[in-house]
């Protein structure tokens, strides 16, 4: 069975806070089995489902949920175009994307559009009930399958990239944001405040014309500073 993601828990503590989590897929038997993993566990419940893109951004407007996992190919509106619409009109609700295929298509226009991670649909229920904490946290994650296509991807786009010049803390920030580590977890395993792990985030998101998480790990695979085969270890 596939291992997803980094294998990290997202740093931070969640109380007693349930996780509100809606389901945007097209295949109810999917839908109704996920649902029902999702419900089983204490920390998450489903607040709502919808089998097409537009009915889910129409849901996730009324309904407000923290994570919304979303599948690519559905009727009507897909999940790329109901993952932009909802970054721009509820940029609260945090996207996991699941995918059946790591080479699918649309994943590169998924990242781009702001989805906060990626999943194959294979994964165990464990690496999804982590997912949706990670991001849930504010941090980033993706099956090691799909970063090895992204990282091609950037390759084909600029076979000689020129990689900006990072100081030694950015370095190590960059390095830990690509582990799944939160700004608390960074702060302490650095001995820095909150305020000024954000200010080197905020740093190194305009040295590496970024805009997001996602695509500043992206970069961090693609200059070799993580092993993306080592990302699904702890």
């Not at 038997?29 to 996920?34: E, I, K, M, P, S």
């Not at 970054?87 to 609260?92: N, V």
């Not at 020129?162 to 395993?189: C, F, H, V």
């Amino acid at each position: 069975m596939l291992k997803c993601g980094f294998g990290y828990m997202a740093a931070g503590f969640w109380g007693y806070r349930v996780i509100r989590v809606a389901i945007v897929d097209d295949q109810p038997l999917f839908t109704d089995g996920l649902g029902r993993m999702i419900g089983a566990q204490p920390e998450t419940e489903v607040v709502g489902t919808a089998h097409d893109g537009e009915s889910g951004v129409k849901m996730c407007l009324e309904l407000k949920p923290d994570v919304v996992l979303m599948d690519i190919s559905m009727p009507v509106m897909n999940g790329v175009e109901a993952t932009r619409k909802l970054r721009d009109l509820l940029p609260t609700a945090r996207v996991l994307i699941l995918t059946v295929h790591a080479d699918d298509v649309h994943v590169f226009q998924g990242i781009k559009a702001g989805a906060n991670g990626y999943l194959l649909k294979d994964c165990t229920p464990d690496d999804l009930s982590r997912a949706i904490r990670t991001i849930y946290a504010g941090d980033t994650i993706m099956a090691p399958e799909i970063a090895r296509k992204m990282l091609l991807a950037f390759e084909e786009a600029d076979e000689e990239p020129t990689a900006p010049q990072l100081t030694d803390r950015e370095l190590q920030i960059i390095k830990s944001l690509a582990r799944g580590n939160g700004n608390k977890q960074i702060a302490r395993s650095l001995d820095i405040s909150e305020k000024t792990v954000r200010n080197h985030v905020s740093n190194i998101y305009k040295k590496l014309h970024v805009y997001d998480r996602t695509q500043a790990v992206l970069y961090a695979i693609r200059e070799g500073l993580v092993d993306v085969d080592g990302m699904g270890n702890s």
